[in-house]
C-alpha cells in the first residue's frame, strides 16, 4: 500500500545545512509536501514539487526528488535554531487524502 | 481568511466521559480530515470527507469514535465514552481538490488528556 518514510531525528550546528530524506511509494502522486510542525503548533505547508519537476528551491530551501527512485529530500541551508521543528514528508494519495510520514524531529545546536 | 478553526485548544476529561471536537474549515474546502497525533504512533488518519460526505473511516480505531459533517463549514469528532488511550492532540484539516499543489491547511490541534 501507500507508504512514506523517514528518519526521526537529525541533529545539526547552527550554521550548517540540514538534509532531511524521504522515501514514499505512490508513484501516481502529483505533488509531493514537505510541512513543518513546531511546538504546540498544526502541520504548517513549508512547500511542494510537482512531480515532474526534480529541484525545487525557495530561498534556504530546495527540494530535490528522484522519481526514479522515488526519493524526496528538504535541504536547509545556513540551519539557524528557529528551524528547530519536526519535518513532514506527505504524497498525495490516490483517494484524495496524504500520506504522511512519521516527521523527522531537526535540532539545531548553537 | 481565519484558516482552519478547532475548538477546544485543551480539553481535560474524565475517563468514561464524552468528549466532542469541533472543527470549522476553510471556506470554500470540499475536503476535510481529522487526524490524531502520538509520541507512538505519529500522525493518524481517523477519517475524511470529501463535500460532507464521508469517503474512508478506516483509521477510526474502534466504534467510540464517530465523526459527523452536517454541512460544509462545521464537523465534529466524538469519543464516547474516553479512555485513557485516546490522549493526544487531534488535528482537523481542510482542503481544495482543484487547489491540490497548496496541500492541506491545518488547524491548531485540540490536546485530549483523558484521566
Known amino acids: 500500500g501507500e507508504d512514506v518514510e523517514q528518519s526521526l531525528f537529525l541533529s545539526v550546528r547552527e550554521g550548517d545545512s540540514s538534509v532531511i530524506n524521504c522515501t514514499y511509494t505512490d508513484s501516481s502522486s502529483t505533488y509531493l509536501y514537505w510541512y513543518k510542525q513546531e511546538p504546540g503548533a498544526g502541520l504548517q505547508l513549508l512547500t511542494y514539487i510537482f512531480s515532474n519537476m526534480d529541484m525545487k528551491q525557495d530561498q534556504r530551501l530546495t527540494v530535490l526528488l528522484n522519481k526514479k527512485d522515488k526519493h524526496l529530500s528538504l535541504r536547509i541551508a545556513d540551519t539557524q535554531t528557529g528551524d528547530s521543528a519536526i519535518y513532514f514528508c506527505?504524497?498525495?494519495?490516490?483517494?484524495?487524502?496524504?500520506?504522511f510520514g512519521k516527521g523527522t524531529k531537526l535540532s539545531v545546536k548553537p | 481568511d481565519a484558516g482552519v478553526i478547532q475548538s477546544p485548544r485543551h480539553e481535560v476529561t474524565e475517563m468514561g466521559q464524552e468528549v466532542t471536537l469541533r472543527c470549522k474549515p476553510i471556506s470554500g474546502h470540499d475536503y476535510l480530515f481529522w487526524y490524531r497525533q502520538t509520541m507512538m504512533r505519529g500522525l493518524e488518519l481517523l477519517i475524511y470527507f470529501n463535500n460532507n460526505v464521508p469517503i474512508d473511516d478506516s483509521g477510526m480505531p474502534e466504534d467510540r469514535f464517530s465523526a459527523k459533517m452536517p454541512n460544509a463549514s462545521f464537523s465534529t469528532l466524538k469519543i464516547q465514552p474516553s479512555e485513557p488511550r485516546d490522549s493526544a492532540v487531534y488535528f482537523c484539516a481542510s482542503r481544495r481538490r482543484d487547489r491540490a499543489n497548496y496541500g492541506y491547511t491545518f488547524g491548531s490541534g485540540t490536546r485530549l488528556t483523558v484521566v
Open positions: 506527505a504524497e498525495g494519495g490516490s483517494q484524495g487524502n496524504l500520506i
